[in-house]
């Protein structure tokens, strides 16, 4: 008998991230080796092309599909269980203030260590070409993204008209400002009235954090799939050539973590850092994965609650309006490629250009798509608006998803981060208004 319930106990002691992380390991290690051993042959196109990349995209598909009602309903309840208006001004100001000083602290620390280490000063004419030549095509279909990208209807558009239309679009700053609206309602409308539709709200919550633990049993494999097809097309050849760059992206991207994360939450959140990374490993992985902070938000919810314990009212407002505002990791990102480009075609920005380049780093950091890719329109205007070849994005292209995969999990972590100093401010009040409740 005892030999019978020893293969579940050892099955249930291989955790989910573990699985999620040896899939990633492997893909890789099989990417690369059919990049170095054979290369893009037929076959291998084939695999990857109506194979591998299909079966991962479905996978980011069934994550992505209950996004839309998982950011409705978690972000109403959010709003609606902080009992007051007044306290939603009061978390949502923190919040914001969080979330500024995260991003403008992420830009300038990419800037410093661009000016620095100067990656694009060194890069080989040679290549710069080719690489012009072999992403030319992509760039141009992105420069008429990025015509539309951020406007005076970027803001007028975040009041919905028709917010089935948004949500059917996938239009997220529409359906948070929606959210927002029922959240305020609810709390405005005697509870005899709220309650139903609060109910509601509550089942399409519970049915979709339950679709969304169906669908990440399947990650180990969907994840193996992706990262097999980014190192089987690329390999290593492309991103050595670009290595100065990728590794000050990347450093920069750790130094933020280490510094600023950990500073916030040891000196704000009175939490341990260590602590806190070792909880959220799972969220790493997936961010780390699937680059599509979108994507990787039911994780993100599910965790901050579970691992974090900050309370739901908390986590269901902070978390879905950080996967959309909060680019942390795509800011810093931002911020060193302009200055990279601008080295590679021998320009040398003055202070105010770089001043430019932060303030919009910050600002196009809030408008970027949480999807796989979706900064590079709106880095293109960035470099319209400090006069920097908006080709040169063609340089990038190549090495960009190994990148997205870094930056979207600082974004990410950016979000969890938030919610613990929330909850840290929260709690305070709290505690500092126990006393009065007491004596009354």
Known sequence: MARRNAAPCTEKRVALHNRILLGLILGAAAGVTVNLAVGMTPAVTWIVSTV?????????????????????????????????????????????????????????????????????????????????????????????????????????????????????QGEMLAVIVFALFIGIALTTIPKEKARPLLDVLESIAAVTIRIIEIVMRFAPYAVFCLIFAVTTRFGLGLLGSLAAYVLTVVGGLVIFSILVYSGMLSLVSRRNPLDFFRRVRIVTVTAFSTSSSNATLPTTLRVTEEELKVPRQIAGFVI??????????????????????????????????????????????????????GSIPLLMMVLQMVNVPVEGIAIIIGVDRILDMCRTTVNVLGDMVTATVVDRFEAGRTMRSEPALQRS
Request: hydrophobic letters at 50%; glycine letters at 14%; proline letters at 4%.
């Open 52 to 168: 591998a990349e299909p079966l991962g995209r479905v996978w980011l598909n069934g994550l992505i599909m209950v996004v839309i009602p998982l950011v409705l309903s978690t972000l109403a309840l959010g709003v609606a269980g902080l009992g007051d208006v007044s306290r939603l001004g009061r978390i949502g100001l923190t919040t914001l203030l969080s979330f500024l000083t995260l991003t403008t602290c992420a830009v300038i620390i990419g800037l410093v260590l661009v000016n620095t280490v100067r990656p694009g000063a060194g890069l080989d004419l040679g290549l710069r070409e080719e690489l012009m030549a072999t992403y030319g095509g992509q760039s141009e279909q992105m420069m008429g993204l990025a015509k539309g990208g951020l406007s005076i209807n970027t803001f007028v558009n975040f009041v919905p008209r028709n917010p089935v239309q948004a949500m059917a």
């Open 320 to 373: 879905p309006l950080g996967a959309t505002v909060n680019m942390n990791g795509t800011a810093l990102f931002e911020g060193i490629t302009v200055l990279f480009i601008a080295q590679v075609f021998g320009q040398d920005l003055t202070l105010a250009q770089q001043l430019i380049v932060v303030l919009m780093s910050v600002v196009t950091a809030i408008g970027t798509a949480g999807v796989p890719g």
